[in-house]
């Protein structure tokens, strides 16, 4: 075979296998794919993450359905609402529990978010210093909650100050009311005050401006969110997780008298629709290998809010462009390549 000859069947090799490698993808379902559209920034992540994948992937076309949590449930079990990228279980469990008893709805073995926490923090400079912005510790000595007492001076509530000020979440959730029995039952509210933001950005608010100062806080947050990405804090330990300490606090009025211990953390899970399941089983295979660990959510959620990403794609397809290696594993070769020839 001559030169030319030779160099024109390597192209047309080289040709052949791209064509291969980026065949028209086909969908299980000839209609939209259609997401919850739950307007939280982690849930709005996972979704633009997948909806990415679906679409590039496996050429399928995507819609997101808007809405709240429990409408959205009930979207799910009636099949207005195909898949759920957060399934809150333990946030929702008398209505999943009735939808899973019906059989129009499954839990995947897809995690959305690995750990999912809830705690008190404080930044990590007051208790190992940060030589780089000149701070030294304030706090040595403080680590868990039973430490706080010795610290209130430290914390000092501007408005009654004899006490520190603990900053719970927003009024009106269920963390203000958890917290509020637990600063009763850890016995701190004769050192603390209970100071309630009037909404979460304004506890954004606070935090921020204290982190920025290099000023002590101590406050509750949640996590996955953009303040866990952004700033380095320490979790202040309390007594082990434990089921039926849990339940009491939970359900109680009071948390005098009572014990109290760690929030649980919860493996956030993805739910489908049955019917939809049983049409679409290789992008049932997509959503069962789906896997996001938290730490990832939290610097997507950083870059959702530097940016301005309301929906989450730029931080989807900043995620799909820099971690090949978590979510190539979660899909055929071929799929993958086409999601990695969209970027």
């Avoid at 949590?69 to 979207?75: E, G, R, V």
């Avoid at 920025?212 to 806080?217: D, K």
């Avoid at 434990?242 to 493996?267: F, H, M």
């Avoid at 530097?306 to 794609?313: P, Q, V």
Wanted: proline residues 6%.
């Amino acid at each position: 075979m001559s030169g030319r000859l030779l160099r024109y069947a390597l192209a047309a090799a080289v040709i052949l296998s791209l064509a291969e490698a980026h065949a028209a993808p086909s969908c299980d379902l000839d209609r939209p794919i259609r997401f919850a559209g739950n307007d939280w920034a982690s849930h709005q992540f996972n979704v633009a993450v997948a909806s990415h994948i679906l679409a590039k992937g496996y050429g399928c076309k995507v819609r997101t359905v808007p809405g709240t949590s429990q409408p959205l449930l009930n979207a799910l079990a009636k099949g207005d609402v195909d898949v759920l990228m957060e399934l809150w279980k333990e946030n929702n469990v008398e209505i999943w529990n009735k939808m899973e008893k019906t059989g129009r709805a499954i839990e995947t073995t897809g995690v959305s978010i690995e750990g999912a926490i809830q705690a008190w923090w404080v930044p990590r400079y007051l208790v190992e210093g940060d030589p780089k912005r000149g701070i030294k510790p304030a706090a040595p000595g403080l680590k868990s909650v039973a430490d706080l007492p010795k610290y209130k001076a430290l914390f000092r509530d501007p408005e009654q100050p004899s006490k520190g000020r603990f900053y719970n979440c927003k009024l009106g959730w269920n963390c203000e009311k958890v917290n509020s029995r637990k600063l009763e039952a850890y016995g701190l509210l004769k050192d603390y005050t209970n100071f309630r933001t009037g909404s979460g950005a304004a506890l954004d608010a606070a935090i921020a401006s204290a982190y920025t100062r290099g000023r002590p806080i101590v406050f509750y947050y949640w996590g996955p969110t953009w303040v866990l990405g952004k700033y380095d804090l320490l979790r202040l330990e309390e007594p082990p997780y434990n089921q039926a300490v849990w339940d009491k606090l939970d359900k109680a009025k009071s948390g005098v008298g009572l014990e109290a211990c760690a929030y649980p953390t919860i493996r956030v899970s993805i739910a489908l629709n049955k019917a939809f399941a049983d049409a679409a089983p290789n992008l049932v295979q997509f959503f069962d290998r789906y896997h996001m660990q938290d730490d990832l959510v939290n610097k997507a959620l950083v870059r959702m809010r530097e940016t301005r990403d309301r929906t989450g794609a730029k931080a989807a397809r900043d995620f799909l462009r820099k971690h090949p290696e978590i979510w190539s594993d979660w899909v055929p070769a071929q799929v993958a390549a086409r999601v990695k020839a969209s970027l």
